[in-house]
């Protein structure tokens, strides 16, 4: 009796996995289900925005991108096999078979912002090499003080040329870059956080807009690397990361000091993204509204009322927003919007 009892509870237990074949889902719960969340085995990660970023706990990080709407929830990332942690340098990471979650953590000390972050995406790839993840699919880079000029140079460029050197640059790189953000924290710490795996996702680019690799040089002496979206198919669930999306056509910031003109050019350019995943691999929808979720990281806090207004009069009230307040990488652009769609082709989970 005792034994049924418990092999039921076992049962259900793996079968609470197992009844998704969703090698990585990724959805939002309401804050006040953190300890389940945090305590469920299978939990990959959990991001939290706050004042300052740190590692929370074991699986939470918090970014410090103090939410200013949508901070009563957490985005939780599961897996359906129980993930293994461990640190090989300075990256703390999680991993199942299919896919690694890795998370370092850097104090801002005499170091320039180029070795820090030399340092940083050197001991990711030796990470992806020693343990055979070797696609890099998504990654997101918190930087302190982005706009500041240090040695006559603003800090998110000699981030871009520490970036640059330290990651394989050879023939055809350009064609496996990951979806990425990088904006700014007001704190001394710079965070990055990714996701990569065994498989390539399928690289999108937005015709409105230059390639950020093939930039002119004024951005930055070494050309930023990364990709506008990643389509990847987890499973039966199939992924859209659209990157950090910025009132930019051509390689030229639009409606320099207009505010909602910005916002309306990012959501064009990322309904153009979502044109061209769908064109070229097929996630079942046609505009930004069917997004899971989007991340406004906005410049000025006190328009954080007139944005999500906005927002929710061009995309509806189905895409769950959440508005953070950042520094964006170039001093002109006001805001800048990643997104993502999760869950099964064709379907959108909450
Ligand atoms: C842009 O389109 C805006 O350097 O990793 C957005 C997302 C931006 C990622 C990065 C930069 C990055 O150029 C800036």
């Excluded at 959990?46 to 970023?53: K, N, R, W």
Aim: proline content about 3%; hydrophobic content about 35%.
């Amino acid at each position: 009796m005792l034994f049924g009892v418990l092999g039921a509870k076992i049962a259900g237990y793996v079968n609470t996995a197992a009844r998704n074949h969703s090698l990585l889902d990724i959805h939002y719960q309401p804050r006040s289900r953190l300890a389940d969340v945090v305590d469920d085995p299978y939990t990959l990660a959990v991001i939290d925005f706050g004042i300052q970023s740190q590692f929370s706990d074991e699986k939470r990080i918090t970014v410090g991108t103090p939410a200013l709407a949508g901070g009563d929830l957490l985005e939780v990332w599961r897996t359906d096999e129980l993930p293994e942690s461990g640190r090989l340098g300075d990256i703390h990471y999680r991993r199942t078979s299919a896919l690694i979650f890795g998370r370092i953590l850097v104090a801002n000390n005499q170091d320039s912002i180029e070795s820090i972050t030399h340092s940083i995406y050197q001991q990711i790839g030796q990470l992806q090499q020693e343990l055979d993840y070797s696609q890099m699919i998504r990654i997101w880079n918190y930087l302190s003080w982005i706009n500041r000029h240090d040695d006559g140079m603003e800090r998110y460029q000699s981030f871009c040329v520490g970036r640059h050197q330290a990651i394989d640059t050879s023939k055809g790189f350009e064609s496996h870059l990951p979806a990425a953000t990088a904006v700014g924290t007001r704190d001394d710490n710079i965070l990055v956080y990714f996701l990569a795996a065994h498989e390539d996702g399928v690289q999108i680019e937005n015709p409105r807009q230059i390639s950020a690799f093939e930039y002119p040089q004024q951005y930055a002496p070494k050309s930023p690397a990364f990709s506008r979206a990643i389509v990847k198919q987890w499973g039966d669930q199939l992924h859209l990361y659209i990157s950090g999306t910025a009132s930019i056509l051509g390689h030229e910031t639009r409606h320099k000091n207009r505010l909602l003109e910005q916002l309306d050019e990012c959501l064009n350019n990322m309904d153009v993204l979502v044109a061209e995943a769908r064109a070229q691999t097929g996630p079942d929808i046609s505009d930004a509204s069917q997004l899971t979720a989007i991340k406004i990281y906005l410049l000025a806090e006190e328009n954080h009322e007139a944005v999500l207004s906005h927002v929710r009069k061009r995309l509806g009230d189905k895409v769950r927003v959440l508005v953070l307040s950042a520094d964006i990488c170039r001093d002109d652009l006001m805001l800048e919007i990643e997104g993502l769609k999760s869950g099964e082709r064709g379907k959108t989970k909450d």
